[in-house]
């Protein structure tokens, strides 16, 4: 993560907190478990855990897409010697 988005990420955490939004889901404004938030204390859980799967499955399915149309390549990220 860098600096500007670990600097984001606190700032949301502290408007969300600020607002008493902290623990509620922001997609479907439920409240997020317990467990949840427990297990994940360093992190800053914003999604229930059923919101946070269907995002990691629509972002699959983009990535899949690209990646059948030769946009995407699971190798962006290596520098080339």
């Known amino acids: ?18 607002a008493g939004m902290y623990g509620r889901c922001v997609e479907c404004h439920r409240d997020i478990a ?4 427990r297990l994940r204390p360093h992190a800053f859980v914003m999604r229930c ?5 269907r995002r990691e499955q629509l972002r ?7 990646l059948r149309r030769g946009r ?3 190798y962006s990220s290596v520098v080339s010697a």
């Open 1 to 18: 993560m860098s600096d500007s988005t670990t600097i984001q990420t606190a700032e949301l955490r502290q408007t969300r907190l600020q």
């Open 72 to 74: 995407f390549s699971p």
């Open 60 to 66: 699959g399915r983009a990535a899949g897409v690209a």
């Open 34 to 37: 317990d467990r949840r938030l």
């Open 49 to 53: 855990q059923a919101c946070e799967e």
